[in-house]
C-alpha cells in the first residue's frame, strides 16, 4: 500500500515538472520569436537610418571638397596676384622717378582691388573653418543590443591656431593704408623708395604665407576623398547586413524553434512515466512478476 502511495506521488511531481517544463518551452518559444521579431525590426531599422546618415555624410564630405578646391583656387589667385605685386615693386624701385604714375596710380589700385576681395575671401574661409570643424566634432554612435555601442567618427582633429579668415583679416589689416600712403608719396621719392622696399618685402612674405596656406588646404582634399571612400565602403557594407539581416533572423527563428520544439518532445516520456506510476501500472507490473 504504501509503495502505491509513493509510486503515485512520484508519478505526480514526474508529471507536474514535465507540465512544467512544457509550459515554459511553449512560453519560450512564443516570448523568444516575439523577441527575435522585435530585435530583427529595431536592428533593421537603425541600420537604414545608419545607411542614410552615412549617405548624408558622404554628401557633405563631397560638396565640403568642392568648396575647399573654389578656396584653393581663389588663394591662388589672390597669392599670385601678390606675388606679382611683390615682384612689380622691385621692378620699379630703380625707375621709380621715371614710373611716378605707375607707383602712385596703378599699384594702389591694384591694392585696393585685394583689400575689396578679402571680404569674400574671409568669409569663404570661415565656411571652410566651420565645415572643418564641423567635421572633426562629427561622430554616429549605433546602439546595439547586448553589446558595446558602435561609435563612428573620422578619426582626426581640426584646431588651427590662427583660423583662415582670421589670417585674412590679419592680411587684409596689413594693406590698410597702404595705397593711401602711395599716392600721399608723389612728391617725396626718397620716402617713396623706402616705403615701396618695406612692401615688397611685406608682399613677398604675404605671398609666401598664403602659398603655405594654400598648400595646407590642397592636403586636405586627398583626406577627404579618402574618407568618402572610407564611408562608401561602410555604407555598402552596412546596406549588406540590412540584406542579410532578415535570412540572418529567419535561420535563427528556425534553430530556436527547433530547440524548443525538441525540448517540449523530451516531456512525452516523462508524462507517459509519470501517468504509469500515478496510476500504479509500473508497481501492478512489478507485483505480477
Known amino acids: 500500500m504504501n509503495a502505491k502511495r509513493v509510486s503515485r506521488l512520484m508519478g505526480s511531481i514526474w508529471i507536474i515538472t514535465s507540465l512544467l517544463w512544457a509550459t515554459l518551452s511553449v512560453l519560450g518559444l512564443i516570448y523568444g520569436l516575439r523577441w527575435l521579431e522585435n530585435t530583427h525590426s529595431g536592428l533593421e531599422e537603425n541600420l537604414g537610418l545608419v545607411v542614410d546618415s552615412l549617405g548624408s555624410v558622404e554628401g557633405i564630405i563631397v560638396e565640403t571638397s568642392n568648396v575647399i578646391t573654389a578656396t584653393y583656387q581663389s588663394l591662388q589667385t589672390v597669392s599670385t596676384s601678390t606675388g606679382d605685386a611683390s615682384d612689380t615693386v622691385t621692378d620699379m624701385r630703380p625707375l621709380i622717378w621715371k614710373t611716378t604714375q605707375v607707383v602712385t596710380g596703378d599699384v594702389p589700385t591694384a591694392l585696393d582691388g585685394v583689400q575689396d576681395s578679402m571680404p569674400s575671401l574671409i568669409e569663404t574661409a570661415k565656411t571652410v573653418d566651420q565645415t572643418l570643424t564641423w567635421i572633426a566634432d562629427f561622430k554616429i554612435v549605433i546602439p546595439i543590443p547586448f553589446a558595446p555601442d558602435y561609435v563612428f567618427d573620422f578619426g582626426f582633429s581640426y584646431a588651427p591656431e590662427i583660423p583662415l579668415d582670421q589670417a585674412l583679416e590679419v592680411m587684409s589689416g596689413n594693406l590698410e593704408g597702404v595705397p593711401d600712403d602711395l599716392r600721399s608719396m608723389e612728391s ?4 617713396l623708395d623706402a616705403n615701396m622696399s618695406v612692401i615688397r618685402d611685406d608682399l613677398a612674405q604675404l605671398s609666401e604665407n598664403i602659398t603655405s596656406l594654400n598648400e595646407q588646404i590642397a592636403a586636405i582634399n586627398p583626406r ?14 552596412f546596406s549588406e547586413m540590412q540584406e542579410t539581416l532578415p535570412n540572418s533572423f529567419l535561420t535563427a527563428k528556425r534553430i530556436f524553434s527547433g530547440i524548443m520544439g525538441l525540448l517540449l518532445l523530451t516531456q512525452i516520456p516523462s508524462l507517459y512515466w509519470g501517468w504509469v506510476m500515478m496510476n500504479g501500472n509500473l ?7
Open 224 to 237: 577627404l576623398d579618402e574618407f568618402a571612400q572610407n564611408i562608401s565602403a561602410i555604407e555598402i557594407s
Open 283 to 289: 508497481l501492478s507490473e512489478q507485483e505480477k512478476s
Open 188 to 191: 617725396d621719392l626718397d620716402t
